[in-house]
């Protein structure tokens, strides 16, 4: 089952515009991460923050969290074309080991 | 520094069939997990190994089988494949011990069709 929700499903914007996702979760957490995947291949890992830390940067990235709210958002400013691709969250609970657990992911489309 | 490889990229299998998908975990790597991520869905762990043991499982049934090689080389078996089962499937590496601290690395997937 999946561990979290993302928020919307899918994102059409222009280039040059910011990007705004949101996760939602359900149980105590360990980590959150943020992974990028392009047209069904591999994931690709963005950035990473652990539930003692409320905000990340990460280049054009910007993570964060609200604990007490179980929720995550990641900001890409300035997006651009090649930004185009779904993107996910993935929890590591506490207690449950490495396993990561996914979200549902957002579509997002960047167009010139 | 190695990423993650994975083998076959693509793969056509008949329902009943068995099948073996390969990772080469990256360099320094000890723990190495598989996921299923089906079309428009997020991945879904299958399990993961460590020191050549499985050390966690999703909701899998006991058909999803796995192996862990001294080098952290893994495989993924699936036997008695079914329609379902139709997917990419992921392997991703990380060190145990880290909580997945710096994140995993996943390699580019097998895409497994069941006909």
């Known amino acids: 089952s999946q561990q979290g929700e993302e928020d919307p499903q899918a994102l059409s914007i222009q280039e040059g515009e910011n990007a705004t996702m949101n996760c939602s979760y359900k149980?105590?957490?360990?980590?959150l991460q943020w992974y990028r995947q392009n047209s069904g291949r591999g994931l690709v890992h963005l950035i990473l923050?652990?539930?003692?830390?409320r905000e990340k940067h990460s280049g054009r990235l910007r993570v964060t969290l609200d604990t007490s709210k179980k929720s995550s958002s990641l900001l890409i400013t300035a997006s651009r074309a090649a930004d185009t691709a779904s993107y996910f969250c993935?929890?590591?609970?506490?207690?449950?080991?490495?396993?990561?657990?996914f979200g549902t992911g957002t579509q997002l489309k960047v167009e010139l | 520094e190695t990423g993650v490889t994975q083998s076959p990229t693509h793969l056509i299998k008949t329902r009943g069939q068995q099948v073996t998908l390969r990772c080469s975990s990256q360099s320094g790597h000890n723990t190495v997990s598989w996921y299923q991520q089906a079309l428009g869905q997020g991945p879904q762990f299958i399990f993961q190994?460590?020191?050549?043991?499985?050390?966690g499982r999703g909701n899998f049934p006991p058909r999803f089988s796995g192996l862990q090689f001294p080098n952290y080389s893994s495989e993924l078996n699936v036997n008695a494949l079914e329609l379902d089962d139709s997917a990419l499937y992921l392997c991703?590496?990380?060190?145990?011990?880290?909580?997945?601290?710096?994140?995993?690395?996943f390699g580019s997937g097998t895409r497994l069709t069941v006909v």
């Open positions: 993935a929890t590591v609970l506490t207690g449950g080991g490495n396993k990561l657990t």
């Open positions: 923050i652990r539930s003692n830390e």
């Open positions: 190994y460590y020191r050549e043991e499985e050390n």
């Open positions: 991703a590496s990380s060190l145990e011990g880290t909580r997945g601290a710096y994140g995993y690395t």
């Open positions: 149980t105590s957490i360990n980590n």
